[in-house]
């Protein structure tokens, strides 16, 4: 008997253990993208993280996202968040976590300098 309530105690601990898991991914409302450059040049690399946010917009850690890119012929990203610019253009980033998804624009250029100046002065 006494093993009996041991394995019904392990058992519902476990239960409710994964339960709370799934509560909180049902509670993600958005994804936020996160980069250390939004401007590459080809063959440079970065690394990108997703932060999850519920609705009242409090922060859920550890979200296992999907990534990928618009055009791998511009930027190409692997299951651990590496980006690797391919050639000159643009492309979004795109992470999703259970239906939900974000994305993050990404510019490739040979030259940083005249991609940041024309972001100035076309915004002027």
Not at 7 to 34: G, M, P, R, Y
Not at 66 to 82: L, M, N, R, V
Request: aromatic share 8%; net charge positive.
């Amino acid at each position: 008997m006494r093993k009996l309530i041991i394995h019904i105690a392990f058992l519902s601990f476990i239960l409710l253990w994964t339960c709370e898991d799934k509560a909180k991914l049902s509670n993600l409302a958005s994804i936020q993208i996160v980069a250390n450059e939004s401007i590459l040049q080809p063959g440079q690399s970065t690394y990108f993280y997703a932060r999850g946010f519920d609705k009242d917009n409090n922060r859920i850690d550890k979200i296992n996202v999907e990534w990928s890119s618009s055009d791998e012929s511009i930027i190409t990203i692997d299951s651990g968040g590496k980006a690797t610019a391919k050639s000159k253009g643009m492309a979004a980033i795109i992470a999703v976590s259970s239906e939900i998804s974000a994305s993050k624009e990404i510019v490739i250029s040979n030259t940083r300098r005249k991609i940041l100046s024309e972001m100035f002065t076309s915004s002027t």
